[in-house]
């Protein structure tokens, strides 16, 4: 009977581990599209999915953009907020004096500013998933 009580206690943790995680939900970030804009520069089109089961107040975004070469060209912040919850999204921002074409990669280097509505800040790293339906990447 001994034999039993560590595959009981080892299945309760893991049940109480994944309840938790589904509880949490996710937040997706993609980079559906980007276009060339009449200054030569860049618009990116991002689609924010947001199933955490709570509203954004603040999302703030610290990007890294990576030339054609893979150096860094600039840092953007971009603001985001508000991200109602289990809603989709759109989001446009502008990268100057920069074609599509030169930009090979999109790093999310920090988050300035992740606020549930009647919240205080957290850390959405652990929440986000991030992908690129454009030929640019976008990676943390």
Excluded at 33 to 61: P, V
Excluded at 81 to 93: D, I, M
Aim: aromatic share 6%; net charge negative.
């Amino acid at each position: 009977m001994k034999r039993y009580i560590l595959p009981m206690i080892l299945g309760a943790a893991l049940g109480c581990a994944s309840s938790v995680s589904a509880a949490e939900g996710r937040l997706g970030v993609e980079l559906n599209k980007t276009e060339t804009i009449e200054t030569g520069g860049c618009r990116a089109f991002f689609l924010f999915r947001n199933d955490t089961g709570k509203s954004f107040a603040g999302f703030e975004m610290s990007l890294a953009v990576l030339d054609g070469q893979g150096i860094i060209d600039r840092l953007l912040s971009i603001d985001a907020a508000p991200l109602p919850v289990q809603r989709t999204t759109l989001k446009l921002f502008e990268i100057p004096d920069l074609a599509c074409d030169d930009i090979s990669e999109i790093l999310l280097h920090d988050m300035t500013s992740c606020q549930p509505q009647n919240e205080e800040e957290m850390d959405c790293f652990t929440l986000l998933d991030l992908s690129s339906r454009a030929s640019t990447k976008l990676v943390k």
